[in-house]
C-alpha cells in the first residue's frame, strides 16, 4: 500500500491563523501540540509504511514538510512547480508510484482533516483497501451527514448496490444551496464528500486516460522523464 498527502493549500479558508506562510495543515489545532499533516500520517501508519508515504505539497512548502516529517523521504516529496486541482496533483503522484512499484494500493488524503475515531476510520480504510484491490474500482469515502451542510460537495450513492459497507456511486454534486441539503438530508442516499479515494495505481491512470487525455498525455512526457514508460 501507498499513500498520498495532499499538503498544497495555501491556508486561504482558514485565516487569519492560517496564512500562506504557514496554512492550517502545518498548524497545530489540538491539545497535543502536534500538526494536522503529523496527525495525517501518525493516523495511517498501521497500514502504510513511512517509505510507502508520499506528500503532494506547493514548493515553497519543501522545508516545513521536512521540518515538521523528518523521517519522510525526501525523494517522497513532491513539489508541484504551478499550483492546479487535484487531478493533476494525483496523476503526478501516480506516475512516481508507477515507476517505483509497477502497480500499488494508493490512498489519496488530505491533510487538514480533525478526525476523533482513528481504529473505526482504519477499519474503513482497510474495507476500501479491500474493494479496490478485488477489480478497476475507484474508492471515495463518504461521510453520513448530520445537517444540511452547504460548504460541502455531496455524493448521491445507491443503497440497493453494495458489497458489504460499500455503495455504487451514482453521482457527485457540488455544494447545494440549504433547502437543497435539506431535501439530501431527507433522502438518506446522499453523503459528504470527504476528498478521500483509494485505488490502484493503473486504475486512476487508465480512468485519467478516458476521462483526461490532455492530462494523461502530460503525464507520459513525466513519466517518460522519470524512465518510465507507464
Same mark, same amino acid.
Given at each position: 500500500?501507498?499513500?498520498?498527502?495532499?499538503?498544497?493549500?495555501?491556508?486561504?479558508?482558514?485565516?487569519? $491563523?492560517?496564512? !500562506?506562510?504557514?496554512? !492550517?495543515?502545518?498548524?497545530?489545532?489540538?491539545?497535543?501540540?502536534? @500538526?494536522?499533516?503529523?496527525?495525517?500520517?501518525?493516523?495511517?501508519?498501521?497500514?502504510?509504511?513511512?517509505?510507502?508515504?508520499?506528500?503532494?505539497?506547493?514548493?515553497?512548502?519543501?522545508?516545513?514538510?521536512?521540518?515538521?516529517?523528518?523521517?519522510?523521504?525526501?525523494?517522497?516529496?513532491?513539489?508541484?512547480?504551478?499550483?492546479?486541482? @487535484?487531478?493533476?496533483?494525483? %496523476?503526478?503522484?501516480? &506516475? *512516481?508510484?508507477? !515507476?517505483?512499484?509497477?502497480?500499488?494500493?494508493?490512498?489519496?488524503?488530505?491533510?487538514? *482533516?480533525?478526525? #476523533?475515531?482513528?481504529?473505526?476510520?482504519?477499519?474503513?480504510?482497510?474495507? %476500501?483497501?479491500?474493494? +479496490?484491490? $478485488?477489480?478497476?474500482?475507484? &474508492?471515495?469515502?463518504?461521510?453520513?451527514?448530520?445537517?444540511?451542510? @452547504?460548504?460541502?460537495?455531496?455524493?448521491?450513492?445507491?443503497?440497493?448496490?453494495?458489497?458489504?459497507? +460499500?455503495?455504487?456511486?451514482?453521482?457527485?454534486?457540488? #455544494?447545494?444551496?440549504?433547502?437543497?441539503?435539506?431535501?439530501?438530508?431527507?433522502?438518506?442516499?446522499?453523503?459528504?464528500?470527504?476528498?478521500?479515494?483509494?485505488?490502484?495505481?493503473?486504475?486512476?491512470?487508465?480512468?485519467?486516460?478516458? +476521462?483526461?487525455?490532455?492530462?494523461?498525455? %502530460?503525464? &507520459?512526457?513525466?513519466?517518460? @522523464?522519470?524512465?518510465?514508460? !507507464?
Amino acid at each position: 500500500k501507498t499513500a498520498l498527502i495532499m499538503a498544497g493549500g495555501r491556508g486561504e479558508r482558514f485565516w487569519p $491563523k492560517s496564512r !500562506k506562510s504557514l496554512p !492550517k495543515q502545518f498548524l497545530s489545532l489540538t491539545e497535543d501540540g502536534k @500538526t494536522m499533516i503529523q496527525l495525517t500520517i501518525e493516523r495511517i501508519r498501521p497500514l502504510v509504511r513511512m517509505e510507502d508515504i508520499f506528500i503532494s505539497t506547493n514548493r515553497v512548502y519543501r522545508e516545513l514538510v521536512l521540518e515538521q516529517l523528518p523521517e519522510i523521504l525526501p525523494e517522497n516529496i513532491l513539489c508541484e512547480p504551478v499550483g492546479r486541482n @487535484t487531478a493533476p496533483c494525483i %496523476g503526478l503522484a501516480a &506516475v *512516481h508510484m508507477a !515507476k517505483r512499484y509497477d502497480d500499488a494500493l494508493m490512498i489519496v488524503l488530505p491533510s487538514d *482533516h480533525l478526525i #476523533k475515531y482513528n481504529q473505526m476510520f482504519l477499519n474503513v480504510l482497510k474495507e %476500501g483497501c479491500g474493494i +479496490a484491490q $478485488k477489480a478497476a474500482n475507484l &474508492v471515495t469515502i463518504g461521510i453520513t451527514p448530520d445537517y444540511p451542510e @452547504t460548504g460541502y460537495g455531496y455524493i448521491k450513492f445507491r443503497p440497493e448496490e453494495s458489497d458489504g459497507n +460499500a455503495y455504487a456511486v451514482e453521482r457527485f454534486v457540488e #455544494k447545494p444551496d440549504v433547502e437543497t441539503a435539506k431535501e439530501y438530508l431527507e433522502t438518506e442516499e446522499y453523503l459528504w464528500n470527504s476528498g478521500m479515494f483509494v485505488w490502484k495505481v493503473s486504475t486512476i491512470m487508465d480512468n485519467i486516460r478516458t +476521462a483526461l487525455p490532455d492530462l494523461y498525455e %502530460g503525464l &507520459v512526457k513525466i513519466g517518460e @522523464t522519470l524512465g518510465t514508460e !507507464k
